[in-house]
Each structure stands twice: as structure tokens, then as C-alpha cells.
């Protein structure tokens, strides 16, 4: 047993909370991006709109832009402490997890470009002006568009994180087993959600988000508020 983990062992309760805050800033910050700057800035069908509305809000842009990338810092320690956290239930199923979330991670921080190439149309370099203004504000909202779509993959790989954080947490006895349930409906509906987006975008909707939002928010209360039943946990390290 490395120190690391004896440290961790003794103190449970200092890091399942300190995995809770981070938790909890990760949903401000991803709710912030989305509803504050995002969906305030781009006009749905309207590519003339959303390419004013970023052009005038820039520093706002590129704020949310910073908020999306503290949210995937954030997600590293998170990934690791709930590795910790879960392992004793299954190491390997909690190994699966996180390369589940890491993979997740990657693909979310990669798909961040598409939102400085919305930008970067927008822009009055030289080089740009072979473009039409037409034609720069159409790829500026195809690059959104293409925004969203990777989004939605990134998703389907936190679909099955949310599934296996659900199994490991109903069968730790530790947590409760609300939590195991509210996740595992989160990881559903993230990958009902994410597969609509690829194969039926019509029956995608923020709406089905709603209970992952719930989910997510309820486990990173109970990690700051309670942490873990420090008697079942001793027991499992045994």
C-alpha cells in the first residue's frame, strides 16, 4: 500500500468533500458557459444574429469559453478522487471509470477549438477577406453547430460513467443508494440524449439533461455535506 493511498484511507472525508466542491464548481461553471453566454449569444437558425451578437460580446465569449476549460481542469482531480473514492467497491470497475471520464475529458477540451473558430471567422484579418461576410458568418455558426455536436459525444462516453459511478455506489454501502439511482438515470439520459443528437436530432432536447443536472448536483452536495459512512468504509478496506 503506496502512502498516497494510506493517506487517502485515513482521510476519507477530507477528500470525498474537497471532491464535492470541485464537483459543484464544475456545474457552475458548465451551467454558467451554457446559459449565460451561449445560449445569450446564439440565435437558433439566425447566422447574421449570432455572428453580431459574438462579434459585440467577445470578452463575454471568450469568458465562457474559460469557463468550459476551468470545468475540464476541474474534472482531473475530480476523476482521480472518485477513482479513490469508488475503488474499494471494484478496482477495476472504477479503473473503467475513469478512462471513461478521461476520454470524456479529452474530447470536450479538443472540441473547445470549434468555439475560437467561431470567433476566429469573425475576425478582420487580411486573410479573411477573400471571404464574403456571408460566407465567414456561416462558417462562424458551423462551427458552433459542429460545437454541439461534439458535445454530445463527449456525453456518450460521461453516459457510461454515470452508469458505472451508479453500480459502484449501490453496491458500496457507503453512499446511498439515491445517489446510484439518480446517476444511473443521468447516464441514460445522457446517451438517449447524445445518440438522438447523432441519429434523430429532432428528438434531442436540453430537456432530457434536466435529471443529469439533478443527479450530478445531488452527489456533489452529499460528498460536501455528508462525505462517506465512515464505518461501512472502514470495513470495506479491510
Known amino acids: 500500500m503506496n502512502r498516497n493511498q494510506t493517506k487517502f484511507e485515513n482521510s476519507p472525508q477530507f477528500y470525498a468533500r474537497l471532491g464535492g466542491v470541485l464537483y459543484l464548481l464544475i456545474i457552475i461553471a458548465g451551467f454558467f458557459s451554457e446559459t449565460f453566454v451561449r445560449n445569450k449569444l446564439v440565435v437558433s437558425g439566425d447566422v447574421a444574429a449570432t455572428a ?3 462579434v459585440d460580446n467577445q470578452l463575454l465569449w471568450n ?7 476551468i470545468m475540464q481542469i476541474l474534472d482531473l482531480p475530480v476523476m482521480i478522487i472518485l477513482y479513490f ?3 474499494p467497491v471494484s478496482k477495476k470497475l472504477a479503473l473503467l471509470n475513469l478512462s471513461f471520464n478521461l476520454i470524456q475529458t479529452a474530447v470536450l477540451v479538443a472540441n ?11 475576425g478582420d484579418t487580411e486573410y479573411l477577406k477573400s471571404f464574403s461576410q456571408e460566407q465567414l458568418q456561416t462558417l462562424s455558426y458551423l ?3 459542429l460545437h454541439n455536436i461534439g458535445f454530445g459525444v463527449g456525453l456518450i462516453f460521461f453516459g457510461f460513467v454515470c452508469l458505472i459511478e451508479g453500480y459502484l455506489i449501490f453496491k458500496s454501502g457507503y453512499l446511498p443508494k439515491i445517489l446510484a439511482l439518480l446517476m444511473s438515470i443521468a447516464g441514460f439520459c445522457y446517451l438517449i440524449n447524445s445518440f438522438a443528437l447523432i441519429l434523430a436530432p429532432q428528438f434531442s432536447h ?3 439533461l434536466l435529471p443529469c443536472l439533478i443527479a450530478e448536483l445531488a452527489l456533489s452536495l452529499w460528498l460536501i455535506c ?6 461501512i468504509w472502514k470495513k470495506k478496506q479491510q
Open 63 to 69: 469568458i465562457g469559453i474559460s469557463a468550459d476549460l
Open 226 to 231: 455528508k462525505g462517506v459512512n465512515l464505518k
Open 52 to 54: 453580431s451578437n459574438i
Open 112 to 122: 473547445k477549438l470549434n468555439l475560437f473558430a467561431a470567433l476566429f471567422f469573425l
Open 143 to 145: 462551427s458552433i453547430k
Open 85 to 87: 473514492l469508488l475503488r
Open 206 to 208: 436540453i430537456v432530457l
